[in-house]
């Protein structure tokens, strides 16, 4: 059964920094691309945020994330990982991981960025 289980997030000040993961099962990770979304408020839809390759060469990021969140992956721990640097208030949502192609989400974590 696909698990996605996502961790890391919490309440930080503007400019602070955040790292989130998420641990993959249930499927083969490294044969799958993976993205990070956010859904910012309820009943919002979600938001691409970065996704990378099957083997981390690749990534993109939305232009709301570039310069200031990495994501990155490791195949050997089943894992995803966001970075996040630079935190706006307007960073603040729910965020996600999901393998693309599989229909599976996780419950996300909180990220709230305030003062």
């Not at 993961?21 to 839809?45: N, V």
């Not at 083997?55 to 990495?70: E, L, M, P, V, W």
Request: hydrophobic share 35%; glycine share 14%.
């Amino acid at each position: 059964q696909v698990q996605l289980v996502e961790s890391g997030g919490g309440l930080v000040q503007p400019g602070g920094s955040l790292r989130l993961t998420c641990a993959a099962s249930g499927f083969t990770f490294s044969r799958y691309a993976m993205r990070w979304y956010r859904r910012q408020a309820p009943g919002k839809e979600r938001e691409l945020v970065a996704g990378i390759g099957t083997s981390g060469g690749i990534t993109n990021y939305a232009d709301s994330a570039k310069g200031r969140f990495t994501i990155s992956r490791d195949n050997a721990k089943n894992t995803v990982f966001l970075q996040m640097n630079s935190l706006k208030p307007e960073d603040t949502a729910v965020y996600y991981c999901h393998a693309f192609g599989l229909a599976r989400w996780g419950q996300g974590t909180q990220v709230t960025v305030s003062s």
